[in-house]
């Protein structure tokens, strides 16, 4: 149904380098770039960031990224840390979203909220 989501971005080296760290620890990759965007995926691309020139508006955005396991929550909770994002909630289990459910929440550099998800 959904073929790709954008978050449109103030800095995109910045944000970059953010994502380029979060998705590498979930098994993604950069699958296109130009100086206006990049994009990531495993088959092709999905998730575009793309460059704005200004801060999004507050509470702009949130995307839910799959993870295969409790330890992919994790490192990738660790990565957006430390490449610029901040923490919005710790890996943790949240039964109130489904038995299994664990995630954690980061905060993009434009302060877009990553959730990382695992069912497992």
């Not at 380098?17 to 994009?39: C, K, N, P, T, W």
């Amino acid at each position: 149904m959904i073929d790709h989501v954008g978050f449109e971005v103030s800095d995109l080296a910045r944000s970059a380098r953010f994502y380029d760290a979060l998705l590498f620890a979930l098994g993604a990759r950069r699958m296109f770039e130009s100086e206006h965007a990049v994009a990531y995926g495993i088959n092709g691309p999905v998730l575009w960031i793309v460059v704005r020139g200004r801060a999004p508006g507050p509470g702009y955005g949130h995307v839910a990224l799959q993870a295969t396991g409790r330890a992919a929550v994790d490192a990738a909770y660790r990565a957006g840390l430390a490449s610029g994002g901040s923490g919005d909630g710790p890996p943790g289990p949240r039964p109130q979203y489904g038995r299994g459910y664990y995630a954690a929440y980061l905060l993009d550099p434009d302060f877009l909220r990553v959730e990382v998800v695992s069912r497992r």
